[in-house]
């Protein structure tokens, strides 16, 4: 992440802003600041501001870790490595993703809060 050679999409707007935001991966304190990381603020630097940012960021780590607990339990192949070409990586976990939502739409379990999970 350095050498910035991950090929992370470009910058785009949030739905209905104009302003466009680069794309971020969500982290625990484990990892260092950096350019496409977002991680929470020390205890010893928390303001009320910086307090809803870490109960923000903290959710969304969350969300990550439970959607990728699903796959993993589902499919078994994301606790090891995947031994394959790494070009096919991408589609392997897309693959996994589509056929995720299918199996929840099938069990009629798509649905959270009244929004579909996608």
Do not use: W
């Not at 993993?72 to 693959?95: H, M, Q, R, W």
């Amino acid at each position: 992440m350095d050498l910035g050679d991950l090929d992370l999409p470009n910058p785009t707007p949030l739905p209905g802003e104009t302003q466009n935001v680069p794309f971020y991966f969500v982290a625990d304190e484990a990892f260092p600041l950096k350019r496409n990381i977002m991680r929470p603020y020390g205890r010893n630097q928390l303001t009320n501001e910086r307090r809803a940012y870490n109960n923000r960021l903290s959710r969304a780590r969350k969300s990550v870790e439970c959607a990728y607990g699903m796959l993993a339990s589902k499919f078994g192949g994301l606790y090891t490595p995947i031994c394959c070409k790494p070009e096919y990586v991408d589609n392997i976990i897309k693959a996994m993703c589509v056929l995720h939502n299918v199996i929840r739409t099938c069990d009629g379990k798509n649905q959270i809060h009244g929004l579909e999970i996608i």
